[in-house]
């Protein structure tokens, strides 16, 4: 297995980092990378667990803020209880997502649903607003269904726009695409592409060649945009998660929990949260929400594309 595309592949190879979000539990961030910051607008990626966790364990994120992006929740397996500012206090299970529009300003917090022991894992991603957009009003939005397509090797749901036919009631910005994918038997597969999206395969579970590289869970390849296909081999059970997008125009600055263009939005915005601003209102249940999160320092930081 290489790190670096072939002549023969022309997918790029990235390599997740474990992060950690809330107290001690591990994630593999995916995007953004060194190499790619958004694919699309889709612009963080987090692939939680599957983890088994102990009593009083599993997801424990308390309120935090986020303006000028879409945070969008794909559970696969376990439950996770969302509170917002808007007074949302939302249960996701198994097969359903959670789309938060931040707009201006909101504030939420996950936690597992159960204090249990339990199995926790998910794919969390972050998706820019466009420039038209992302002052708009913040909202939340709970999918308990989406559509899947059965083919004759895999059942395929569509989480964000169109595929196979079938279009994702999940409301979007830009041309999106986000599909969940697993092979009910062992098989050689091929997945149209729109040459006009650049695209990003990360696998969920299992492992796979995908256009001839070896794939583990961990890691994901890009596709640029003009290619119509790719081709998956893998065993069954194996679960694939595509993503894709025209690419995102605008230039943005990512930091913390926000996306912005500016380094005085981002200045402004850790300030708001600091100072308990009404911008990021109060999160539902603050009782069972936990402490609000902390916003890091700015000091020394410059944003490189930042615009003036
Ligand atoms: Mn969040």
Redesign the pocket.
């Known amino acids: 297995m290489s790190n670096n595309p072939t002549a023969q592949s022309p997918a790029e190879r990235i390599i997740g980092r474990i992060a950690e979000i809330g107290t001690g539990f591990k994630i593999a961030r995916l995007v953004p990378s060194r190499q790619r910051r958004t694919i699309g607008a889709w612009c963080f990626l987090d692939h939680a667990g599957p983890v088994h966790y102990q009593a009083g364990g599993g997801m424990n994120?308390g309120p935090?803020p986020?303006i000028g992006l879409q945070?969008f929740t794909w559970m696969i397996e376990g439950e996770v209880r969302h509170l917002d500012s808007l007074g949302s206090d939302q249960l996701i299970s198994p097969h359903q997502v959670n789309l938060?529009t931040s707009g201006h300003g909101i504030s939420?917090a996950?936690i597992s649903a159960s204090k249990e022991a339990g199995t926790l894992h998910a794919a969390q991603l972050w998706i820019a607003l466009p420039d038209a957009h992302r002052h708009t009003t913040p909202k939340f939005q709970h999918y308990p269904e989406l559509p899947v397509v059965e083919q004759h090797d895999f059942s395929a749901t569509v989480l964000v726009g169109s595929y196979f036919g079938e279009t994702s009631p999940v409301d979007v910005y830009t041309p999106l695409l986000g599909v969940d994918l697993v092979l009910t038997q062992s098989a050689t597969i091929t997945l149209p592409f729109d040459p006009q999206f650049e695209h990003g395969i990360t696998l969920l579970e299992g492992t796979a060649v995908v256009a001839g590289e070896a794939l583990v869970t961990g890691e994901l390849l890009y596709f640029s945009t003009g290619h119509d296909a790719v081709t998956i081999q893998a065993e069954a059970g194996t679960r694939v998660l595509l993503i894709g997008g025209e690419p995102f125009a605008e230039d943005i600055v990512v930091w913390w929990?926000f996306v912005a263009r500016t380094q005085a939005e981002m200045e402004e915005a850790r300030a708001d949260w600091l100072a308990g601003s009404s911008r990021f209102g109060t999160v539902a249940q603050p009782d069972i929400a936990g402490a609000r999160l902390v916003a890091p320092s700015l000091e020394g930081i410059h944003f490189k594309g930042a615009q003036s």
């Open positions: 994120v935090h986020h945070t938060m939420h996950e929990n």
